[in-house]
């Protein structure tokens, strides 16, 4: 085959930082060097979607549609490229069909101009109708085939997968290494049969993790791949991908070589140096856990993503039997490809299992529908034991799962109501609704206003955080009047929160209900209860929800019967939805916590008095 200058994908703004900083950086971190960047000469930049449109949203109070149509004013010349989850788009779970096509659209008008385009499992019956939303929109679809290994992930079932994305229409195909796991020899014959068998570009994208991947890219250069995925030295190795750097100057003076100028390179690098000092973020580092990755199979992003919870769950100390259970949990459920949503799905199943002592004790609304079959087909066997556990007598489904939602983009714009200003904002909540709310509601119009009445008539808060139920009438009343969904105050270390008829106040204060429930007391967190009653904690870090309870009242409360496996209440952490049930029948003689309130590992959520 003739040699031919390589191309090469930036993931600098997207994959690297969310393989390593947690998906942190700041738009304000990339503008000034936005310029620079874009006269490199680099064929795209990765700068959107995978975890950046939540964490946009989640921790860094930014609206990620903003975030697009700035990288596009400040880097006009290169083609911006995005990670598309498929039918999950950049959620979770599987969305509507016309939500596909409208989130698809909307980025194509901001600036969108590659989609790469995957799905976990690789059904490619959960990419049709985003593909056809790329084509529509007049964008350029790149088709992801997720690499990994497994006893019935073969090179046979890759090619199939590229053939049929090519004949659904992509443009070019993206071999998906996403926990690097391919070698160079395997790389090689992968891209040579790949060239065979279809006759559009190919990119490979590799992390780095155990450092296969630079020889992985030569191999495949040599084997004629026509795209590899790179980053700027300070946010490449270790979880992310090899160093542009490095590869640039490998090929330089070869056939391959990519034209790009070092010391440009470097001058960028020096910049992207100086935000890492300055914010504390991480270098990318290989270490044993690292090099395990050919044991384990966890992606670079699953790592970072595990270490952050076990750290919240003050359980870091257990990194490696979470490392040993996640193969074992992989194998019981088909062997998914670990890339988000399945990533998650399996790495919070995996960390449950370990910190509760109980395998599958807990199991996330999300396992449940993935075995269910409504994340598309599982690539192997489901364990039967696993299996009727969590189905029972049902019968997991053969349909492609999107077919079976009936939730529509009106839906989602009636439910938002007057926080959606346009047709961005209604499918940022379809993606993200409880982010998007609190979002949209800071910032309305009135927001400010509303957080200005509420400072002034928090000084009545008690010095031991406590309100009384006057003082939270009065708060709730000033929000409903300023039209805001919800406001966060602070002041004198005491946070409170107004929201929907409830007001809660956090960091140290007591939850306090506005609408005419109980008060906690101190004697419930100082263990002064019956002996005999027991204890239901939070076996993670994470928001709770309280669960719909099957009698009168709308929620599981005081003196309601619960029944062994009942619902108690929902903890949401590692972005998936965790039931927690009732181990034993019993009575609920104290609800501790107030919905929507975060809890810590270990914290008491419930008191019941077991029956008989």
Not at 231 to 247: D, H, K, R, W, Y
Not at 289 to 301: D, E, K, N, R, Y
Not at 403 to 419: P, S
Request: aromatic fraction near 8%; charge should be negative.
């Amino acid at each position: 085959m003739k040699a031919r200058a390589v191309k090469v994908t930036d993931t600098t703004l997207r994959d690297a930082h969310q393989s390593l900083w947690a998906t942190r950086m700041r738009t304000d971190d990339m503008l000034k060097i936005l310029d620079r960047i874009d006269r490199i000469g680099y064929y795209s930049l990765e700068v959107w979607g995978g975890a950046t449109f939540d964490a946009t949203l989640r921790f860094l109070d930014e609206n990620p549609w903003d975030r697009l149509r700035v990288i596009k004013k400040h880097a006009p010349r290169t083609p911006l490229q995005m990670l598309l989850r498929g039918q999950n788009l950049v959620g979770y779970k599987q969305y509507p069909d016309d939500i596909v096509r409208r989130f698809v659209l909307e980025s194509a008008k901001n600036g969108m101009d590659i989609f790469r385009i995957f799905d976990a499992l690789n059904d490619t019956r959960n990419l049709r109708v985003s593909i056809e939303a790329v084509k529509e929109a007049g964008a350029h679809a790149q088709g992801a085939v997720c690499y990994t290994i497994s006893p019935v992930h073969t090179l046979e079932h890759y090619v199939e997968t590229a053939v049929e994305l090519v004949e659904m229409g992509v443009d070019s195909i993206c071999i998906k290494d996403m926990a690097a796991l391919l070698t160079p020899y395997r790389t090689f014959k992968l891209v040579e049969r790949f060239r065979k068998e279809v006759d559009v570009p190919i990119d490979l994208h590799c992390h780095y993790i155990g450092g296969m991947a630079p020889m992985n890219y030569l191999k495949a250069i040599e084997a004629g791949v026509d795209i590899i995925d790179t980053a700027t030295v300070p946010l490449a190795f270790g979880n992310s991908q090899p160093a542009i750097e490095m590869i640039a100057a490998a090929l330089k003076d070869t056939p391959y070589d990519t034209g790009f100028e070092l010391e440009k390179l470097f001058d960028i690098a020096k910049y992207w140096e100086d935000i890492r000092a300055k914010r504390g973020f991480q270098r990318g580092v290989t270490s044993i856990t690292h090099m395990q990755v050919f044991s384990h199979q966890v992606p670079g992003g699953m790592l970072s993503n595990l270490y952050s919870q076990l750290e919240q769950q003050k359980a870091l100390d257990r990194m490696g039997e979470v490392l040993e259970e996640i193969p074992k949990v992989r194998a019981e459920v088909g062997y998914p490809p670990l890339v988000t949503p399945m990533s998650q799905i399996v790495g919070t199943q995996a960390v449950l299992n370990v910190l509760t002592g109980k395998r599958w004790a807990i199991i996330p609304d999300e396992m449940k529908q993935y075995v269910k079959g409504l994340y598309g087909r599982a690539p192997g066997p489901i364990d039967k034991e696993i299996q009727a556990k969590i189905l029972g007598d049902e019968t997991p489904l053969t349909t492609r799962p999107a077919d079976l939602i009936t939730e529509r983009f009106e839906d989602y714009a009636r439910a938002v109501g007057d926080l959606a200003r346009n047709e961005e904002d209604v499918l940022t909540y379809a993606l993200f609704p409880n982010e998007a709310r609190k979002y949209l509601a800071a910032h309305v119009e009135g927001a400010e206003k509303a957080v200005f009445m509420m400072s002034e008539e928090i000084r009545a808060v008690k010095e031991d955080g406590y309100m009384d139920v006057n003082q939270v009438r009065e708060l709730i009343k000033l929000v409903e009047e300023s039209g805001v969904a919800e406001v966060t105050v602070e002041e004198e270390g005491v946070k409170i929160s107004v929201r929907k008829g409830l007001a809660l106040a956090v960091d140290g204060a007591m939850p306090v209900s506005g609408n005419g429930g109980s008060t906690q007391t101190q004697a419930q967190t100082q263990d002064n209860y019956p002996p005999h009653w027991k204890k239901i904690v939070a076996p993670m870090v994470g928001t709770f929800y309280a669960a719909p309870s099957p009698d009168v009242d709308p929620f599981i409360s005081v003196g309601d019967e619960v029944s062994e496996g009942q619902t108690l209440c929902i903890v949401e952490a590692m972005k998936l939805m965790n039931e927690i049930a009732a181990e034993e029948p019993g009575v609920i003689r104290e609800v501790v916590v107030e919905n929507g309130h975060p809890v810590e590992y270990g914290q008491l959520l419930f008191l019941y008095e077991p029956l008989g």
